[in-house]
């Protein structure tokens, strides 16, 4: 009894503390790490009153009390920055693995570091994120703000943490402003650590696998010696579906790869009402979590004529708002595949051909965060997992859709996703995509 009511007051702990469920039903798991490191390994000197100068915060800074109004424009500016990455790591792909990624996650850790940034470099990076317009107590009022809405819900079903943090390297300085602010506006948790230590990434590595519930164990692989700062942000999502699929009715299918490859893979079906879209192009369907379908995953599914290359002609921010008004519930049989994939990719290049060029190279200017800083490296490491489970059958609530039952009812659709897809996870409240991918080949 006493173990039981122990295990009981752990997982509202780890509720409370990190918004997380103990069930397992739903995973997707990013990360991010934007690397720093100094412009000549001369700059990194054996001075602990480094950490004097800086001023480096120990612990923790809640987020400030005052009312910060949401701005949309900080939404839209991640989603446009998401498709325009996408679309980068996709043309070093070639269309035949998963590729799976967190714009939000990105997103956060390279705005933290636009703090540091100065002149020319904060410029492009600004246009880069899509930035621009918004002064930085803008960007970071409205993070915070965004930050809040996200992460509050009241909503058992429905589990998403974010968390943020800044290591830094104790014999360097660091401009106490920038760290302050990451502090007040971003939560993140900011740490001195001995770069020359080889325990030093095992203890950012054990961050990162707590704060993604072990679902990315490693994103630092060594530190070399002229880093100074790493900036990591971690996205943990964890739903159950309004309706869960029955696993008595999964199974094996055929799933048609690119190249005329197919493979046989554990197939859910359900029947139901859903918001759906159907275009020339692609079916689409959003199946929603919880009891309030606040976050729902949405499916593209382009039709047997086309393929997802023809699909991503048309995929912007443009037409992704345009979609998103063009939902309407209807009666209808789904098919798709259980799966399960992990990715991770170095997004140097990619960011470059969209314009921060200069914040990797010795023109870099982030002197609003230390001396002769640049980046080095951008990594993103994702997890997802779909199956069955879920919450009990429960009504889905249709979020933001005009009523139909006034006009004629539309056949019932069926949707069998038995090739490649493209699909999305998207807080329906404030329009932030959280995660967006394709998957060629479920495993």
């Given at each position: ?262 493979k046989q893979h554990p197939m859910m079906s359900q029947e139901g009402n859903y918001r759906y879209y159907e275009s020339e192009q692609f079916q689409a369907v959003s199946l929603p979590y919880g009891k309030d ?19 991503y002609q048309d995929l912007n921010i443009e037409n992704w708002e345009k979609w998103m008004t063009q939902f309407n519930e209807q009666k209808g049989f789904i098919r798709l595949p259980r799966f399960k994939t ?37 990594k993103h490491k994702t997890f997802v997992e779909v199956n069955e489970e879920g919450t009990e059958a429960a009504a889905a609530t249709s979020v933001g859709i005009v009523t139909t039952s006034l006009r004629e ?35």
């Open positions: 009894m006493n173990r039981q009511k122990f295990s009981d007051a752990k997982e509202n702990f780890l509720q409370r503390r990190y918004g997380v469920s103990l069930g397992r039903r739903y995973a997707l798991a990013a990360a991010s790490v934007v690397l720093f490191s100094v412009l000549g390994c001369s700059q990194v000197e054996s001075n602990r009153s480094a950490l004097a100068q800086s001023s480096l915060p120990q612990s923790e800074t809640p987020l400030q009390k005052k009312t910060v109004n949401s701005d949309t424009r900080i939404v839209e500016s991640s989603n446009k920055f998401g498709f325009k990455l996408f679309s980068e790591v996709l043309k070093d792909d070639k269309g035949e693995k998963n590729v799976f990624i967190s714009p939000s996650s990105v997103a956060i850790a390279l705005a933290m570091t636009y703090n540091g940034a100065s002149g020319s470099t904060q410029q492009a990076m600004a246009k880069t994120l899509e930035l621009q317009g918004m002064t930085l107590p803008e960007i970071n009022s409205s993070y915070a703000a965004a930050l809040k809405q996200l992460l509050d819900t009241q909503d058992a079903k429905v589990q998403l943490s974010i968390a943020n943090s800044l290591w830094a390297n104790q014999d360097v300085s660091f401009a106490p402003d920038f760290l302050k602010r990451t502090q007040d506006f971003y939560r993140a948790k900011v740490s001195n650590l001995n770069f020359k230590d080889a325990a030093a990434s095992t203890i950012i590595n054990n961050w990162v696998e707590e704060n993604t519930k072990g679902k990315i164990t490693k994103i630092v692989e060594t530190i070399q010696p002229n880093q100074v700062l790493f900036l990591i942000n971690a996205i943990y999502f964890k739903g159950n579906w309004s309706n869960e699929f029955d696993k008595s009715q999964t199974a094996q299918s055929p799933f048609y790869i690119t190249f005329g490859r197919r379908g606040k976050v729902s995953f949405y499916i593209f599914l382009p039709k047997q004529n086309s393929n997802l290359k023809a699909f992990d990715y991770d990719v170095t997004l140097n290049d990619a960011l470059k051909t969209l314009g921060m060029e200069e914040a990797f190279s010795s023109k870099a200017n982030f002197s609003g965060m230390g001396k002769n800083f640049a980046i080095s490296q951008v009812e539309p056949e019932p659709f069926r949707m069998i996703v038995d090739r490649p897809f493209f699909c999305a996870i998207r807080d329906n409240q404030t329009g932030n995509i959280l995660f967006m991918g394709s998957i060629i080949e479920p495993q």
